[in-house]
């Protein structure tokens, strides 16, 4: 990916140096998408913000994360200092085992789905904005019962900053830009052909997340 994109670049072929993913979801009846160079403006629900890359040497595209939250309330698992990382070859949410197990005893998602209604928003504080999750994300709910989409790295406990990878449920809710001049992500909330709860794109992103001055979709440079 990152030789093909800079092959483009360098033959001037891009408008800009980086590449955009938005994630299909089963309504949307079409095929997830990477575009390159320009962003797609009808994918983009708000404007999007750009973090810098909290390292540039582990070989993923990371950024710094504050928390983890649920309904906004935190859990304060990164106090230790935490990453989180964007894993578009990845179906599920993963990080460190006692990371994820503490959150999913605070979440509490019954295999039976007896409970699936009250289940909270799963959040995630980056750059000072809250990127939350609805239950239809984060959670798999089958005939069989409600399964979260959290796993487990091989990452053990340590005093180092812990990393997060946030795969399809984060990229489905969110569109992921990757910027390969000002070494930075970006992050703007994701349009669907219709959201889970009937809400409008503008009334899902209002309520999802945690920065009310993000409003109508811009290009931000």
Same mark, same amino acid.
Not at 22 to 38: L, N, P, Q, R, V
Not at 39 to 64: C, D, F, I, K, M
Not at 155 to 166: V, Y
């Given at each position: 990916?990152?030789?093909?994109? &800079?092959?483009?670049?360098?033959?001037?072929?891009?408008?800009?140096? +980086?590449?955009?993913?938005?994630?299909?979801?089963?309504?949307?009846k079409e095929? $997830? =998408?990477?575009?390159?160079?320009?962003?797609?403006?009808?994918?983009?629900?708000?404007?999007?913000?750009? /973090?810098?890359?909290?390292?540039?040497?582990?070989?993923?595209?990371?950024?710094?994360?504050?928390?983890?939250?649920?309904?906004?309330?935190? /859990?304060?698992?990164?106090?230790?200092?935490?990453?989180?990382?964007?894993?578009?070859? $990845? &179906?599920?949410? $993963?990080?460190?085992?006692?990371?994820? =197990?503490?959150?999913?005893?605070?979440?509490?998602?019954?295999?039976?789905? $007896?409970?699936?209604?009250?289940?909270?928003?799963?959040?995630?504080?980056?750059?000072?904005?809250?990127?939350?999750l609805d239950? #239809?994300? #984060?959670?798999?709910?089958?005939?069989?019962?409600?399964?979260?989409?959290?796993?487990?790295?091989?990452?053990? *406990?340590?005093? *180092?900053?812990?990393?997060?990878?946030?795969?399809?449920?984060? /990229?489905?809710?969110?569109?992921?830009?990757?910027? +390969?001049?000002?070494?930075?992500?970006?992050?703007?909330?994701?349009?669907?052909?219709?959201?889970?709860?009937? =809400?409008?794109?503008?009334?899902?992103?209002?309520?999802?997340?945690?920065?009310?001055?993000?409003?109508?979709?811009? =290009?931000?440079?």
């Amino acid at each position: 990916m990152h030789n093909f994109l &800079g092959n483009l670049a360098d033959a001037n072929q891009l408008d800009k140096d +980086r590449f955009a993913v938005w994630f299909a979801t089963e309504d949307d009846k079409e095929d $997830s =998408e990477i575009s390159f160079g320009a962003l797609p403006p009808n994918r983009l629900g708000s404007e999007v913000a750009w /973090l810098p890359l909290s390292s540039t040497t582990s070989g993923l595209w990371q950024v710094e994360m504050s928390d983890v939250t649920l309904n906004l309330v935190h /859990l304060d698992v990164c106090k230790k200092g935490c990453h989180a990382a964007f894993d578009t070859g $990845s &179906g599920m949410i $993963s990080g460190p085992k006692h990371l994820v =197990e503490a959150i999913s005893q605070e979440l509490n998602v019954a295999t039976d789905c $007896s409970n699936y209604d009250e289940l909270p928003a799963l959040g995630f504080e980056l750059g000072g904005v809250t990127y939350n999750l609805d239950k #239809y994300e #984060y959670v798999k709910r089958t005939s069989e019962g409600c399964f979260p989409q959290l796993q487990s790295t091989d990452e053990a *406990e340590t005093s *180092e900053a812990s990393t997060f990878l946030l795969g399809a449920p984060f /990229l489905t809710r969110y569109v992921t830009i990757y910027d +390969r001049v000002f070494l930075r992500m970006g992050l703007a909330f994701a349009v669907h052909q219709k959201e889970p709860t009937g =809400e409008s794109t503008e009334g899902a992103m209002k309520r999802l997340m945690g920065r009310p001055s993000l409003g109508a979709p811009a =290009e931000s440079d």
